[in-house]
């Protein structure tokens, strides 16, 4: 009797997409560059969570009026407050990245990126980069407004071009975790061009994390156009038994065109990354919003903050209840002459204005 046969399903399942497909190759420049991958996406599951871009300073300076580094920078702070709203900005003593002179955005304490340009080797461009924070704290629309406006400077001939873009899949649940990817990238899951990526890990695999503390998975070195971190982000922010991971794709432009289209479709940029993101994301996820994510990390941080004040001022507070003090008396020694509005930059939006 024959044996009827079973089609058993594949490991990595990549939905009809092949992602061994040679690469698209396109001229930047002088330079030959493959064209990042995108596949369609079930929805809107990511955000953008780091980006450093260039354009040109003619695109603030048409009437090339400017004369100094400052009337430089007056012409772009505007722009910065329509893209982004972003007003407050801190004046470096030095410049960053090989530019002559560099502005934070924020301040010491609340650093949510930078603003670099000046010096020959840079041939009259400016570069730009926010944080995770600053992505988080930008206004709403800011992915598509900016997108907009480098459109505009690219129609205008000033070539602006996307150099990192990091994208990434808040998961709340703990689906997708540092544990299980080894298992995936042993199955080929995150193989690309028929090659298997240098993988590397973070955090105390050995002994399975026994103070919680988190886990990061690599795929990808920093130096690949491609980085792939599969981490514990509650973990990371301090919430010891919290499921919320991250999986974040870094794109670079050394070897790369990253399109200006990422900016505003950053989930099929996203889907294109790897083989097994058509098993993780292919059917319809949703997305955190930028303000619940703010709200659950400050809550996080919150307590975290609180579990080490107490752990370093906890007996300080017996002792000062001990010798007659009143709860109103504490807070005001402990608080001193810090302002009643200054708050931990992390924490300032869970507090009503």
Known sequence: MTRARVDTPPTVNTGGHDYDAPPVVVRDGRDLKIQTTRFPAPGHFTSVDSLRFTTKERCFDRDLTCVSEDHTFDAIKPVLAQ????????????????????????????????VSFGGYSQRGTVSIYLTGQGCMHADAGWEQRLYELLKQHREDGFGPSLTR??????????????????????????????NRPLVNQAGNWLGDDPKNKGLTFYVGTRYSSQLLRVYEKGKQLGDKESP?????????????????????????????????????????????????????TAEITLDDLVYHASRCYGALVNVMKGIGQTSEQIIASLIGETPPDKFPRRLAQIVPA
């Not at 982004?84 to 502005?103: A, I, L, M, S, V």
């Not at 299980?180 to 193989?191: E, K």
């Not at 289209?261 to 294109?272: A, H, T, Y």
Request: with cysteine; glycine share 8%.
């Open 83 to 114: 893209v982004f709203g972003f007003r407050n900005f801190t004046k470096q003593e030095k410049g960053r990245d090989f530019y002559e002179w560099t502005w934070v955005i924020g301040d010491k304490e609340c650093q949510l990126g930078a």
């Open 165 to 194: 873009i990091d994208i990434a899949h808040d998961d709340l649940e703990g689906k997708h975790n540092p544990r299980s990817c080894l298992d995936i990238y042993q199955a080929g899951g995150f193989d690309r061009l028929h």
């Open 244 to 296: 919320w991971n991250r999986v974040e794709v870094q794109f670079s432009s050394h070897d790369r065109v990253l399109p200006l289209e990422m900016l505003i479709k950053p989930d099929e940029f996203f889907m294109g990354a790897y083989p097994v993101f058509q098993v993780w994301f292919g059917e319809w996820s949703t997305l955190m919003q930028r303000t619940e994510l703010k709200q659950k």
